[in-house]
């Protein structure tokens, strides 16, 4: 099967603890891309990485990293979570610019 | 900065009736996406449309690059139409900028 796959779905942590998030996508897509989704379902794109190079939104805070192996998988981190962090956190992919992206299922995290 | 502009916020359609969603940029675009959301959250491309009119299915989008507007039509709406349509631009291709979406319900 081909697609983006994204672990865990749901996430529950306390404020100050680090949190990674897996994503993964087997449809040979050169670049990849985390966007958060807020409580008003607001997407904004937070990273994008296409294995030369990483473009990071200038708006997400120094906390968050972004992490790859290779241009299959790019995994999100989070170094100290706070209460504002809670979101759904989506992994994308994409084979060229302006060519369709392709979403994974979300990631829910909840900070208390 | 950018900005996109989704009109209405939210539609209310019986089954069958058509859908006109409209998107609205406040600068240059390279591209524009239209995205449809579940109500169970899973996000999947529909259109991808910079400029001119394209079809898919019981889609059509006309973009009109020069007045920063795009349209997405749906026409002989059904249930599972149900769900959100969120209209993205692209500056380049990693500055992307989403609009707050168009809430679509369908009623029986």
């Known amino acids: 099967e081909t697609a983006v796959f994204q672990t865990p779905n749901y996430h529950v942590t306390q404020v100050g603890n680090e949190v990674s998030f897996n994503c993964k996508q087997t449809?040979?897509?050169?670049?990849m891309y985390w966007y958060k989704q807020d409580s008003k379902k607001l997407l904004k794109i937070m990273f994008s990485?296409?294995?030369?190079?990483?473009?990071v939104n200038e708006t997400v805070p120094r906390r968050f990293s972004p992490q790859s192996s290779d241009k299959a998988h790019l995994n999100l981190r989070i170094k100290s979570v706070e209460p504002e962090d809670s979101a759904v956190y989506l992994c994308?992919?994409?084979?060229?610019?302006?060519?369709?992206?392709?979403f994974g299922s979300g990631t829910r995290l909840l900070v208390i | 900065g950018q900005q996109v502009q989704q009109s209405p916020s939210s539609l209310v359609l019986q089954e069958g009736e058509n859908a006109e969603l409209q998107c609205n940029f406040s600068?240059?675009?390279?591209?524009l996406q239209w995205f449809y959301q579940s109500p169970g959250g899973s996000l999947v491309s529909l259109l991808s449309?910079?400029?001119g009119t394209k079809h898919t299915g019981r889609l059509t989008s006309t973009t009109v690059t020069k007045e920063r507007r795009s349209s997405l039509h749906i026409s002989s709406s059904q249930t599972t139409d149900s769900g959100t349509y969120l209209c993205?631009?692209?500056?380049?291709?990693?500055?992307?900028?989403f609009g707050k979406g168009t809430h679509l319900h369908v009623l029986p």
């Open positions: 600068s240059t675009a390279t591209q």
């Open positions: 993205a631009i692209e500056a380049n291709a990693y500055k992307v900028i």
């Open positions: 990485y296409n294995n030369k190079q990483l473009i």
């Open positions: 994308a992919s994409r084979h060229r610019a302006n060519s369709d992206y392709t």
């Open positions: 449809l040979g897509h050169d670049t």
């Open positions: 449309n910079p400029s």
